[in-house]
């Protein structure tokens, strides 16, 4: 374990599903991170929380829907997804200004 | 732009021989620099980083890269590899800015062969 924590690790939903994706740190970071990874294309970054605010996001599609209640806890709220949605997604967490990230392992999501 | 590019998308390999990764880097991307291995249904570990100093760092595991900045590269070497290095291996730089974005390469997949 890295000391950031992904729930579930696979996860396989139709596309009229709703499910959410969990990432959990005990590292004291203060930002956390989620990526998407699909296969032959770079890290895509998606959002950015830091201090429990959401301070960057990529131009992500509304279907997906972060939320960051506190520092320790990030979630990715999926509805009515795609099948070209269908990747690892990746939560990491840093200290801002630091630099160190620590990546989770990354919940499997196949959508059908 | 800011890039940086992992020009192998595979390199196989057999075990025992020595291997080098190659990465380069824009020269937009800050020169803190860093390698990250994926194993199989994994996350991305931290195998090295450059940030300052000595050019060459080294991990653990026996991974050493070189920072050359007239090449603008950050290649990743092995002298001897072993099965269990087998993975995706991730170049990463830093885009700069409020939220320090980072930048990935498209990763290159060592597959190590007995």
């Known amino acids: 374990e890295t000391g950031v924590t992904q729930t579930p690790r696979h996860l396989v939903m139709g596309m009229t599903n709703k499910k959410s994706l969990k990432c959990e740190q005990h590292l004291g970071h203060n930002a956390m991170y989620w990526y998407k990874q699909s296969a032959k294309k770079p890290l895509e970054l998606m959002f950015v929380?830091?201090?429990?605010?959401?301070?960057e996001n990529n131009s992500v599609p509304s279907r997906f829907s972060p939320e960051c209640p506190n520092s320790s806890h990030l979630f990715l709220h999926l509805h009515t997804l795609q099948p070209e949605d269908s990747a690892l997604y990746l939560c990491?967490?840093?200290?801002?200004?630091?630099?160190?990230?620590?990546f989770g392992s990354g919940t499997r999501l196949t959508v059908v | 732009a800011q890039s940086v590019t992992q020009l192998d998308s595979q390199v196989p390999v057999f075990e025992e021989a020595p291997v080098e990764l190659r990465c380069n880097y824009s020269?937009?991307?800050?020169?803190?620099l860093f390698w990250y291995v994926q194993y199989p249904n994994q996350g991305l570990q931290l195998l090295l980083k450059?940030?300052?100093?000595?050019?060459l760092v080294e991990s653990i595991n026996g991974f050493e890269a070189e920072f050359n900045k007239s090449q603008t590269s950050f290649h990743l070497r092995k002298p001897s590899v072993h099965i269990s290095d087998t993975a995706e291996y991730f170049c990463?730089?830093?885009?700069?800015?409020?939220?320090?974005?980072?930048?990935f390469g498209t990763g290159t997949l060592l597959a190590v062969q007995p």
């Open positions: 990463r730089g830093n885009g700069g800015g409020a939220t320090n974005k980072l930048i």
């Open positions: 929380y830091s201090l429990e605010e959401r301070v």
């Open positions: 020269s937009s991307v800050s020169v803190y």
């Open positions: 450059y940030l300052s100093g000595s050019t």
């Open positions: 990491a967490s840093s200290q801002s200004g630091a630099g160190g990230y620590t």
